[in-house]
């Protein structure tokens, strides 16, 4: 006679289940950078979310190319003709603790066009770290700072020759090295280690009660006899 075949324990395969999710969410690609400045790629088509300070007269938001600049992120970029002072384009970040990363895309003439970029980040002092003079036509820039408390990022621009413009787009900053799963992923993973407790808590429940019941008796063997008219059994005993 065959042998009947033993069902999967429905805990191990809940379990299984568990482990496959959360490896997919692993797995599951793109991962995303968390960009923390707003409104860098200017496709609110105005300088929302940034403050501006200096003349404005020559400054704005374009589609499409200006001068030697194009879009590098979008349709949209900001520009900043010749100005009769420093125009400057600043966010506040707010608190920011650890190594981050900003990058942008940056168009100039050698004439002059982009006095300098900058970080304050819990100092007094704002750290320069680009570009007295922004080498000819669009180039794209990154650099690396750590972040010490409440952190601004500013742009300052002083162009004086009549039709040239300098121009800026796709300013990014985020977590260096700090890649984040997709939404998506988050789910999966999620799921994966709700099933796991799941599983889990099953798994003590049956342990708990096969600890506390009693075992099953075994087939009863008896035996008698009549003596006087009186009957006699055996002591029972399972086997």
């Known amino acids: 006679m065959s042998r009947p075949q033993r069902p999967f324990p429905p805990g191990?395969?809940?379990?299984?289940l568990a482990l496959a999710l959360m490896a997919a969410g692993l797995m599951t690609a793109p991962h995303a950078q968390a960009q923390i400045l707003k409104n860098g790629s200017f496709e609110t088509g105005d300088f929302s979310d940034w403050t501006v300070l200096g003349p404005t007269d020559n400054a704005g938001v374009a589609v499409g190319a200006v001068d030697l600049g194009s879009p590098t992120d979008?349709?949209?970029l900001a520009y900043f003709?010749?100005?009769?002072?420093?125009?400057?384009?600043?966010?506040d970040l707010g608190d920011l603790f650890g190594d981050f990363s900003l990058s942008?895309?940056?168009s100039g003439h050698t004439s002059g066009g982009f006095v300098g970029g900058a970080v304050d980040s819990g100092i007094d002092e704002f750290s320069t770290i680009c570009c007295v003079v922004t080498p000819e036509g669009q180039n794209h820039y990154q650099f690396f700072f750590t972040g010490e408390g409440d952190t601004?990022?500013?742009?300052?621009?002083?162009?004086?020759?009549?039709?040239?413009?300098?121009t800026l787009d796709n300013?990014?900053?985020?977590?260096?090295?700090?890649?984040?799963?997709?939404?998506?992923?988050?789910?999966?993973?999620?799921?994966?280690?709700?099933?796991?407790?799941?599983?889990?808590?099953?798994?003590?429940?049956?342990?708990e009660a096969g600890q506390g019941r009693a075992p099953e008796?075994?087939?009863?063997?008896?035996?008698?006899?009549?003596?006087?008219?009186?009957?006699?059994r055996a002591p029972l005993r399972s086997t």
């Open 12 to 16: 191990r395969a809940a379990r299984g």
């Open 104 to 106: 942008f895309d940056l």
């Open 217 to 232: 008796p075994g087939p009863v063997q008896a035996s008698g006899s009549l003596t006087g008219g009186s009957a006699t």
């Open 74 to 76: 979008g349709t949209h």
């Open 152 to 166: 601004v990022v500013r742009f300052n621009f002083m162009t004086s020759q009549d039709g040239e413009f300098a």
């Open 171 to 207: 300013v990014v900053v985020e977590r260096a090295g700090g890649a984040v799963p997709e939404p998506a992923a988050w789910a999966l993973m999620l799921i994966g280690f709700g099933l796991a407790g799941a599983g889990l808590r099953r798994a003590r429940r049956l342990s």
């Open 81 to 91: 003709g010749a100005m009769s002072d420093t125009t400057t384009l600043q966010q």
